[in-house]
Structures are given as C-alpha cells and as structure tokens.
C-alpha cells in the first residue's frame, strides 16, 4: 500500500520552542537515516504485510493555515480545536506493530502523515505499546528502547500527548513473541504458561500463578517487570510528565486483567461457548491444593470443576452453570470461584503496586485494563465472567474487590467496549455489555476510581460512534478515551470518514465573536473530507 501527500502548499511542523524551524520526521534517531521533511507530493509507502490490506492516502495541505499547531498561524493562533468532549481527552493507539522485532520503526511515513492528519482533527494524544519481546528480546537484564523512543520523539515534535502501554505478553496477530530467552525457559518448564484441562498450554503470557515464583532463571516474573520498568522510566525521563502523561501495565492476556478462558475460541454458528477454567498447570494446581488443605477440603484441591463446560458448548448443557441448581451456587463452587478470583486479584495487586512504587515520583496517571465480558450476563450464574476470573453472579458483585484493589494503588481502571451496545449483540449470547458496564462504573463511582474509555474494534458502522458519543457524554466521568487503533481499517473510506464526522461532532463548544472557525473548519473539511481519500489497493 502507499501513502501520498499532495497539494498546494507544504506541511510545516513549526514548534515555537524552535524559532520556527521545520522538522524533518526522520532526522529524530539514527534509526530513521533520511533528513527529509514530509513535504506535498512525497511518496510514502505503508507495506500491507502487518496491516491486513493496504490504503493509500492523499492529503492535502489547506493554504489558510498550517496544519499543525503554530505560533505563526494567524488562522489558529485564536481558534479552539474541533474537538471538545467536556474534559474527556482523546487519544488514538499507534498499530501494535509500530516497531518492529527488530527494534525500527515499522513505516514511520505513513506514521507521521497519520499523526499530522490526527492533530489537525483535534486528536490530543497518542497511545503506544511498548512489547517485552521487543525491547528485551534476546538476553534477560538487556534492553533496546530506540524505535520507542524514536516514535515518543516523533510524538513530541508534533505536540502531541503519549500514553505508553506496557505489553507483558505476546500478540498472534500481528505476531509479536515473548522474549526469546523466556520462550526457551518455557520450553523447558512449560508449566510456567496456563494450561487447560485437556492440556492445552496458552503461552502468549505468564501464569499468573508464578508471578512470585523464581521460575525465570532464579528471578520472580516481577522481579523482571520491576527491572524493565526501571530501565523505562530511566530512558524516557526526558519525556515523564510532559510528552508522557500516563502509563498502562500489563495484566494478562492481551494485557488484561483475566484468565485466557477464551484462547480456544467457540464455531458453534456464531453461539459463543463460556470458556474454560484455566487451573491446570502445576503452579496453579500447587496453590488450589494448599488452599483446599487449607480450607479442610483437601479433595476439593484435585483440580478445577469436573462438571464444567469445554470452550464449543453451550454452558448451560453442563451441571456446574445450571441456572437453578448449579454447581456454582453450592458450597464447592463457592469454594472455587473464590479461590480462582482471588488469585487473578492477587497477580494483579501485586502488578499494580509494581508500577505505583516505580513512577510514584513522576506526574503521569498508572492504570491497568479490565476486559468487559458480557456474554452470558443475562443469566443468573454469568458463566463467561467466572472463566475469566470474575466471581460475578446474580447473587455477588464480582467487581467490588477488583475496583478496591485499584483503589488501593490509586490506578485508573482501562475498560473497553465503549462502542458496544446492546441491540446489536447475537441474541443467542444472552449478551448486555451496557448492564455490565454499567456495574462496573458504579463500583468505580463509588470507590472514587477514574474510569479511562476504550472501544472494542474498529467502529466500520455508525451505531459504534453512536455508542461511545453516548458513554463519553454521560455520567460516567471520564477523563480520556482511547480510539484503537491506526492501521489500514483505521484509513480506509468506509471508516476514516465517519471518524473525522465523530471527532468533529464531539459536543463542540460554542465561538468566541473572536475566533475565526470558518478557516479552521473550511480547512479540516477540505483536509479530511475532500483531500483524504484512502483508496485500498
């Protein structure tokens, strides 16, 4: 795929701390060798390979102003951005694969025209993940940061906010491993990785059952994390508190705070399958037997629930999710679910007060991500929420403990599925992603936690706008939301424009009799409207 800029008047990035001086977007490290500026007309290419299909861009620059912000603009010296969500700030993810295994810059044109196109929407930051098999790939206690900070000083130049998130775990698509020398001790000890009933081992992240065991070559996993975030925050010093104004930690899969319940997705004609407990690798079965020994249930630490459904059946075929009658309303299913939840609030305790310690010092927001799972929520025993981790049931809010312990390290809680609504989920799922949602905002409401917005996917129709334009502008008080994220979907006609249409119509404020609006929004109705246009080939 390629990118091209092309008009009638050049794209200067003009910082007023340089004295008006351009900035060439590939002069920021010696990764990035060329010294040439993004300029009208240059040719930039976006290879498809980590982007499921390609796009091409053409943009052009609006002659009344600058399309970054300026001391020099006359036309946006006096005019307020587009956007305004009544506090609530809004960042766009980078694509996961924004630098590559081998620590460059993964097509950082088609980065940069793609941050200049966001800044001049009104966009006010970006989000960045930062890989462990990236940075510490080869060698434990070795760390190479330059493609990260390449991009945090491509994101700085253009005035623009960073919210780093730390990824502790791997990515199938696009593939991003471990650390190699983790990938070999897991080859040698894969009981370090979950493990299913049937076997099935999930390596794309640590058991949480080790997270303070010495299993990686005599250190504990947060012993490790403790090391790499110090490294971090020792190279992006310059950038703490300024460009970089908040920090994710990873919690889990996909970086949330669960069990891989799902890794074994369902096919059954789109009826989704609750998942299975995730209690079988040795770590895991080693800590239920001392808490069952404990509990005076010693039989009950042989294993997880013997009546519990695998990932492609329907939960309520099984006894242990049974709507009336259950296993999971009886003293055992007590006794498990809140052993397994108390272990995934545990590992996540421990993860965040990590990160608490590390950057207590510096002015930047920690938070963690709580996935939204809401299949299945209509029934009494909400059997995906107990796979995952989360004691939620008709008769006990799962999510007290959860949002205390966020509390407790004063952290933001990360919640996607903002774009999601009801009336548009299978009615065989017995799905209400707004009821849940709903639960956890009040327990954060009522615990003082700030809530940080996310959508699910990539919003191709417009009922997801709607629905995040509904959750940012109720009660729910957020302070940012996260649009994820940049990529061929991201740009392609059928999204970009409804994006530019959300983004403009985001409650905007009325006008001084000062202000000059007309130039501001001929220029960005011509920038993305007329000039945009993404054409996949």
């Known amino acids: 795929m390629e990118v091209s800029v092309i008009g009638s008047s050049q794209m200067n990035l003009v910082r007023s701390d340089l004295g008006g001086k351009q900035v060439g977007y590939c ?15 240059q040719s930039i290419t976006w290879p498809a390979k980590s982007m499921n299909n390609g796009f091409s861009l053409k943009a052009s620059a609006c002659t009344q102003a600058e399309p970054v912000i300026s001391e020099n ?4 010296r006096k005019s307020k951005p587009l956007l305004q969500t009544d506090g609530v700030k809004l960042f766009v993810g980078l694509p996961l694969d924004a630098v590559s295994n081998i620590n460059t810059v993964n097509h950082p044109r088609a980065i940069v025209a793609g941050l ?13 993940p930062v890989w462990w098999g990236v940075v510490e790939k080869e060698t434990m206690g070795t760390y190479d940061w330059t493609g990260y900070l390449a991009l945090a000083e491509m994101i700085q130049k ?15 698509e696009p593939k991003i491993p471990l650390p190699e020398w983790v990938s070999r001790i897991g080859e040698s000890d894969p009981s370090i990785f979950f493990r299913d009933q049937s076997g099935q081992h999930y390596k794309d992240c640590l058991s949480l059952a080790v997270t303070d065991v010495p299993v990686l070559d005599g250190k504990t996993p947060v012993q490790v994390y403790k ?9 992006f010093s310059t950038f703490m508190g300024t460009t970089i104004t908040g920090i994710s930690i990873g919690l889990g899969p996909e970086g949330e705070l669960r069990y891989p319940s799902h890794h074994n997705p369902s096919k059954m004609n789109n ?32 294993g ?9 059946q329907q939960p309520m075929t099984s006894n242990f999710f049974k709507e009336n009658g259950g296993s999971w309303e009886m003293t055992y299913g007590d006794f498990f679910l809140s052993w397994y939840s108390e272990q995934l609030i545990s590992h996540g305790s421990r993860l965040l007060s990590l990160a608490s310690e590390t950057f207590h010092d510096v002015p930047i927001s920690i938070c963690g991500k709580v996935p939204l799972v809401h299949s299945w929520y209509r029934t009494r025993s909400h059997p995906s929420e107990l796979t995952t981790g989360f004691y939620n049931t008709v008769n006990r809010d799962g999510y007290v403990e959860v949002v205390e312990m966020f509390a407790k390290h004063s952290c933001q809680i990360i919640l996607p599925g903002m774009d999601l609504s009801d009336n548009h989920q299978p009615n065989e799922s017995l799905s209400s992603p707004e009821m849940l949602l709903a639960q956890i905002t009040s327990s954060c409401r009522k615990h003082g936690v700030e809530i940080l917005g996310q959508n699910s996917m990539v919003a191709n129709a417009s009922n997801g706008f709607e629905q995040i334009k509904k959750n940012l ?3 729910k008080e957020m302070s940012l939301f996260t649009y994820q994220r940049m990529g061929a979907d991201f740009f392609s006609p059928e999204h970009f424009p409804s994006f530019t249409h959300f983004v403009r119509n985001l409650n905007q404020p009325e006008q001084d009799s000062d202000d000059q609006p007309m130039k501001q929004e001929e220029c960005v109705e011509s920038l993305t409207s007329n000039h945009l246009q993404m054409q996949a080939v």
């Open 27 to 41: 002069s920021f490290t010696k990764n990035l060798n060329s010294k040439s500026k993004l300029c009208v007309g």
């Open 73 to 76: 603009a006359d036309a946006y």
């Open 116 to 128: 200049k196109a966001l800044k001049l929407l009104g966009v006010d930051g970006i989000e960045l």
């Open 158 to 172: 253009l005035g623009l906010k960073l919210h780093v998130s730390l990824c502790f775990h791997a990515s199938d």
């Open 227 to 235: 090391e790499f975030c110090d490294s971090f925050k020792a190279e």
């Open 271 to 302: 009826h989704q399958g609750a998942g299975e407990f995730q209690c079988y690798d040795k770590y895991m079965l080693n800590a239920l037997k001392q808490y069952a020994e404990s509990s005076g249930n010693p039989l009950w630490g042989l």
């Open 304 to 312: 997880g629930p013997h009546d519990a459904p695998g990932y492609d």
């Open 473 to 475: 502008s109720g009660d």
